[in-house]
């Protein structure tokens, strides 16, 4: 499995931003996906979630600004963020989980910059 982030940028705090997250192979569908991230200095911190059925949670701190969502058409997880803040600088990481959590896989990462 190989997953490939992207949509990383700059914005403005109270904008928006889009990140994707690409898998290779054909276990998307019944794996879960989360996002991840890491600022500079600081342990990497979970973010969101969203099972293969569907289900979602949120980090406090992104609730009610972020939103992940899934295709398992494209094989792809989104994580559409809102209302940027400048502590949400950081880089994002997607991790795909299969059944039974018996694996866990990393993407590269994608970086988001939120100026004040």
């Known amino acids: 499995v190989q997953l490939q982030a992207s949509g990383g940028g700059l914005v403005q705090a109270g904008g928006s931003l889009r990140v994707s997250c690409r898998a290779s192979?054909?276990?998307?569908?019944?794996?879960?996906m989360g996002w991840y991230r890491q600022a500079p200095g600081k342990q990497r911190e979970f973010v969101a979630a969203?099972?293969?059925?569907?289900?979602?949670n949120y980090a406090d701190s992104v609730k009610g600004r972020f939103t992940i969502s899934r295709d398992n058409a494209k094989n792809t997880v989104y994580l559409q963020m809102n209302s940027l803040k400048p502590e949400d600088t950081a880089v994002y990481y997607c991790k795909l989980s299969t059944p039974n959590a018996r694996y866990d896989y990393w993407g590269r990462g994608t970086l988001v910059t939120v100026s004040s």
């Open positions: 969203v099972s293969s059925g569907g289900s979602t």
């Open positions: 192979g054909s276990i998307f569908s019944l794996s879960a």
